[in-house]
């Protein structure tokens, strides 16, 4: 299988090879406007899908507050352009929250987001967004998306009363651009008196595998659970965090959270998430990789350089030649910089890889990556001076030499 080589170093035998012989960043790209007080960027979506790539359009999807509400915001640029596009409002309500965004054939994309207790979507081509369509009955929250080509996925949470669930549902795009919705299902046969929290999703030729954050048990775990009938049914649901304890008989375990997951390859998926697993040490970043209905044994991703500070919020992406990547945020070189890593050759984790256009100076936080099926890494991050600082957004890519 062809992976792509991230990190600082990759061995054959003896020799290291740096990830600049591999990658070429290129200088970052300003997405938003300078810094304003009291205005701040969020990309915490369900999953971190707040930047995708379709055919030469590269779109980003995020939410801001300038506007003294928060509301949800795309903008877009050609590849070979070094200026974003005007942005476009996306949101349409008094409140809006966590949006998503994945890739249509033909430079088009789908979004998603949070707006007054509902869940929308909506496409857009070029400047042009099209109407808005409602997917959730109930209160709902935390959507993601998945797409292969025309076909599309969303997968969010709702609750009813004191009783929550999981759903997906299957999208069409219409003449006009609408999103129709075509099927839709819950993910559980019966609601859940716990919370399910940030579910996310991914789809390939194969099958679609939707993975969450669940309480049942007292304690968050992480589950998922596959369709091979474009989401009209599902498999019995599964544990993808390893139960880990280090204590007593009496603990239920490592706590975990904010799962985010990507296709690669033609049956093939990466998930990664934040495991509390090393004990006084904060979050790691593990990761497992997933064929068909199941995914294998739990892999931390980092390495041992920092390995004693917490790490943050991960983000995922895979492709269909088979190259996937996970990103990250930590503090081992003083202030918070975005760091990378992959499969090298020997199929293990590579050495840890930061980026020079989103390290340095300031904070650099909240990744969120796209791979393209040319190799190419698509770099999507919060900067700002100091953590309690007005934010911006910045891009950038990663070319393969």
């Given at each position: 299988m062809n992976r792509l080589i991230v990190g600082?170093?990759?061995?054959?035998?003896?020799h290291p090879l740096l990830a600049s012989d591999v990658w070429s960043f290129e200088q970052k790209i300003a997405v938003t406007a300078k810094p304003v007080k009291g205005v701040f960027h969020h990309?915490?979506?369900?999953?971190?899908?707040?930047?995708?790539?379709?055919?030469?359009?590269?779109a980003v999807s995020w939410e801001d507050d300038h506007s003294k509400d928060p509301q949800i915001y795309v903008t877009s640029k050609k590849t070979g352009?070094?200026?974003?596009?005007?942005?476009?409002q996306v949101s349409t309500g008094l409140e809006a929250y966590e949006p998503a965004i994945a890739a249509l054939t033909g430079s088009q994309f789908i979004l998603a987001w949070e707006q007054d207790g509902s869940v929308y979507v909506r496409s857009l081509s070029g400047q042009r967004l099209s109407m808005t369509s409602r997917l959730s009955t109930?209160?709902?929250?935390?959507?993601?998306?998945?797409?292969?080509?025309h076909n599309s996925f969303a997968v969010w949470r709702e609750q009813r009363g004191r009783s929550w669930s999981l759903w997906v549902a299957r999208l069409d795009l219409d003449s006009t651009g609408l999103l129709v919705v075509t099927s839709k299902s819950r993910v559980e046969?019966?609601?859940?008196?716990?919370?399910?929290?940030?579910?996310?999703?991914?789809?390939?030729?194969?099958?679609l595998m939707v993975a969450w954050e669940d309480r049942q048990s007292g304690h968050t775990r992480l589950k998922y659970s596959y369709s091979v009938d474009n989401g009209?049914?599902?498999?019995?649901v599964q544990y993808l965090n390893e139960f880990f304890s280090n204590r007593n008989k009496y603990d239920k375990g490592s706590g975990v959270t904010r799962v985010s997951m990507a296709a690669y390859a033609k049956d093939e998926f990466i998930a990664a998430w934040m495991d509390k697993r090393r004990g006084g040490t904060g979050y790691g970043i593990y990761a497992a990789l997933g064929s068909d209905d199941s995914f294998g044994p739990n892999e931390k991703v980092h390495g041992k350089k920092?390995?004693?500070?917490?790490?943050?919020?991960?983000?995922?992406?895979?492709?269909?030649?088979?190259?996937?990547?996970?990103?990250?945020?930590?503090?081992?070189?003083?202030?918070?910089?975005?760091?990378?890593?992959?499969y090298n050759e020997d199929d293990e984790w590579s050495i840890d890889f930061s980026p020079k256009p989103a390290s340095g100076k300031g904070e650099q936080s909240h990744a969120s990556i796209a791979l393209d099926n040319q190799g190419n890494l698509h770099l999507l991050w919060i900067e700002r001076e100091k953590?309690?600082?007005?934010?911006?957004?910045?891009y950038s890519y990663g070319k393969p030499r």
């Open positions: 600082l170093c990759l061995c054959f035998f003896t990309l915490e979506g369900a999953g971190r899908k707040h930047i995708a790539v379709s055919g030469d359009s590269i352009d070094h200026v974003f596009s005007k942005k476009l109930d209160t709902a929250s935390q959507v993601s998306l998945a797409t292969t080509g046969p019966v609601e859940l008196d716990t919370p399910v929290l940030f579910p996310t999703i991914a789809v390939n030729d194969v099958g009209d049914s599902f498999s019995e920092g390995d004693t500070l917490p790490h943050y919020n991960p983000a995922t992406t895979g492709n269909k030649v088979g190259n996937f990547a996970v990103a990250w945020d930590d503090y081992r070189q003083g202030s918070s910089d975005i760091w990378i890593s992959s953590i309690d600082a007005p934010s911006r957004l910045w």
